[in-house]
C-alpha cells in the first residue's frame, strides 16, 4: 500500500511565525513518530504516539512545539514563533505496533525559517 | 539515556571493496538495531536490522554483527557499488521504554569511487 506521506513537502517561513506539518501514516500503523533532522546530522526523537495511550513526548525541545493526533491517523506537528534554530526536515515515521519496531519514514518536511 | 556513536563520519571505496561502519550503544537494555540508508534529499530507508537475540544477520550484500557484550554493533557492505553511495544511519531502541523511539548514530558518509 501507500508509504508514510508527509505535508508541505517545503516551507519557507518568517521567524516567528506559527507552522503546522503533516503526517499521513500508513494505514492500520498504529505507531507515530516525530524525528528532526538538521543538515549534516543524525536524527533526533521528538514525539511518539501509540493508539489512544498519552503520547511521549519527551523530545521536544521546548513548549513551543507540540504535536496532536487523532486515534491512528493524521499527526500535526505545530512550532510556534519559530526560530531559526528550528530551520531542519521533520520526518514522520510510522510502525504496525509498538512490538513491530520497524519504523518507516516519510519524505519529510523541509522547514527554513528566515 | 541511551546515546549511540557512529565511526567513520566520512568513508571513501573503491567500487569491489569492503565498506565497514560501526556503532556503538551506552545503554544495555537496548536491544533493537536497524541500520538506514539515506540518500541526498530523500527520506531514510531500512537495509537492515538485528534483534539482540543474534549475532549476526546478512542479506545479500549487506551483513550485521552485534557484540552486545562490548556494546558495539556493525555493518558491513561488501562488492560495494556506486549506488552504494549515500549517509547511512545506525540506530537503538529499547522496547522497555514507554515508546520504542531509535536514538540515532550521527551518520556516515559513504562515498564507491567507480
Known amino acids: 500500500g501507500a508509504g508514510v506521506s508527509q505535508s508541505p513537502s517545503n516551507k519557507v517561513t518568517e521567524k516567528g511565525k506559527d507552522v503546522e506539518l503533516r503526517c499521513d501514516p500508513i494505514s492500520g500503523h498504529t505507531a507515530l513518530y516525530w524525528y528532526r533532522q538538521r543538515l549534516g546530522q543524525g536524527l533526533e526523537f521528538l514525539i511518539y504516539?501509540?493508539?489512544?495511550?498519552?503520547?511521549?513526548k519527551s523530545g521536544l525541545p521546548s513548549d513551543r512545539f507540540s504535536a496532536e493526533r487523532t486515534g491512528e491517523s493524521v499527526s500535526t506537528l505545530t512550532i510556534q514563533r519559530t526560530q531559526q534554530e528550528d530551520s531542519a526536515v521533520y520526518l514522520c515515521a510510522s510502525s504496525r505496533d509498538r512490538g513491530g519496531e520497524t519504523q518507516y519514514f516519510g519524505p519529510g518536511t523541509r522547514l527554513l525559517v528566515l | 539515556g541511551e546515546n549511540v556513536e557512529q565511526h567513520p563520519s566520512t568513508l571513501s571505496v573503491q567500487e569491489g571493496d569492503s565498506a565497514v561502519i560501526k556503532c556503538t550503544y551506552s545503554d544495555s537494555a537496548s536491544n533493537y538495531f536497524p541500520w538506514y540508508k539515506q540518500e541526498l534529499g530523500k527520506r531514510p530507508q531500512l537495509i537492515i536490522d538485528i534483534r539482540s537475540n543474534v549475532g549476526e544477520k546478512k542479506d545479500q550484500r549487506i551483513a550485521v554483527t552485534l557484540n552486545k557484550t562490548a556494546k558495539h554493533f556493525s555493518l558491513h557492505i561488501t562488492e560495494t557499488q556506486p549506488e552504494d553511495s549515500a549517509v547511512y544511519f545506525c540506530a537503538a531502541s529499547k522496547p522497555m521504554d514507554s515508546s520504542y523511539k531509535l536514538i540515532f548514530g550521527s551518520g556516515t558518509r559513504l562515498l564507491v569511487r567507480p
Open positions: 504516539f501509540q493508539g489512544n495511550s498519552a503520547p511521549d
